[in-house]
Structure formats: structure tokens, C-alpha cells
């Protein structure tokens, strides 16, 4: 069953990008780097992230490269910083959990607001195998960047929030608290 979700999830993505490169295939260039798109998928899906699992060091390390690369592409936190952190308990054990949200301003309807989400979080390392999860979620996140490179060449009439999802793998913790407390 997950195999299978990961591959509709994978299917998904390449539909919407396949879709969005038909949509701007003149202009894709100037819109959004294909080439740094698939350098970010290959950067976050990396063993340096050691599978992004909640609660370890690469998880972290992800947030910090999501957030890195939100302030290069102009994309703006929606408080002093792009973290809104949680905290959950699974199986007996509690975790903290860090969403990592960021927005692009509308230019006609700056307090309406269209999400855009993505998880970062994935399996992390489990008996000494990583589990890098590039089709579960990095993919979804480089989506993401890729919103952003293109919103902030042709702006968005709605402000855009981009919402990078953690602790989705321990049942959907960060959206559940992302639509609980929002921004």
C-alpha cells in the first residue's frame, strides 16, 4: 500500500510538472530553473539529510536548507521567523515537530491567501539503511521552490502562503497543527 501511494504521489507531481512546463514551455526558463529543481531534489534527498525522519539530526538539517532556500527565492515568513513549532505525542513518546511556512504577497488580494503545501519529513534511518524519500516528499518541496522562482517573476493576485509540512509520516501532525493554529 505505501509503495503504491508513493507512486501515485510521484505521478502527481510529475503530472503537475509536466503540466506546468506545457503551460509556460516558452517562458519556462525565465519562470523557473529546471536545472536548480532537479539539483534541490538531488540536494534534499541526499544522505546528508539521513531520511529527514521527525525528531533526528537530518530533519533538522532539512528545515534549515528549506529555510535557506525560501530566503534566496524572496519568499517572506509569515512571523519573525519561517518555524512554527509543535509538539505530539506518538506511540508513548513525544516529539517536536517544526513546520517551516512562508509567503509570497498578492498583488490584488494581499489578505486573501491560496496554500500551497508539501511535506519535508520522511523515514529517516532505520537499522542503518537511510531512507531518502525523494519521491516522499523532497519532490513536493522542490515543487515548492519552484512556486516560488515563478511567483516571484510573475506575482500572484492572491498572496501565496508555502507551507513545508513536518511530522506528516507520524500521522499528519504538522498540517493537523497548521490548520489548527494558523499564521
Not at 53 to 60: A, F, H, K, L
Not at 97 to 122: C, L, Q
Request: with cysteine.
Amino acid at each position: 500500500m505505501r509503495n503504491f501511494k508513493s507512486v501515485i504521489s510521484l505521478m502527481l507531481i510529475f503530472i503537475f510538472l509536466k503540466t506546468f512546463c506545457i503551460y509556460s514551455q516558452s517562458i519556462s526558463e525565465t519562470l523557473y530553473n529546471k536545472t536548480e529543481l532537479l539539483n534541490r531534489l538531488e540536494e534534499l534527498s541526499s544522505d546528508t539529510y539521513e531520511g529527514r525522519g521527525i525528531g533526528e539530526r537530518g530533519n533538522t538539517l532539512a528545515r534549515t536548507y528549506i529555510s535557506e532556500e525560501f530566503k534566496k527565492l524572496n519568499v517572506f515568513p509569515l512571523q519573525k521567523t519561517y518555524d512554527q513549532g509543535f509538539s505530539f505525542w506518538s506511540i508513548g513518546k513525544e516529539y517536536q515537530g517544526t513546520n517551516v511556512i512562508g509567503g509570497v504577497r498578492g498583488t490584488d488580494f494581499p489578505e486573501k491567501y491560496i496554500v500551497i503545501s508539501a511535506h519535508f519529513d520522511h523515514l529517516g534511518t532505520k537499522d542503518g539503511k537511510i531512507y531518502n524519500g525523494a519521491d516522499d516528499n523532497a519532490s513536493g518541496v522542490c515543487a515548492l521552490f519552484a512556486f516560488a522562482e515563478y511567483f516571484f517573476k510573475k506575482p500572484p493576485k492572491h498572496s501565496v502562503i508555502l507551507a513545508a509540512f513536518d511530522a506528516e509520516e507520524t500521522g499528519l501532525q504538522g498540517s493537523k497543527y497548521f490548520v489548527k493554529h494558523p499564521l
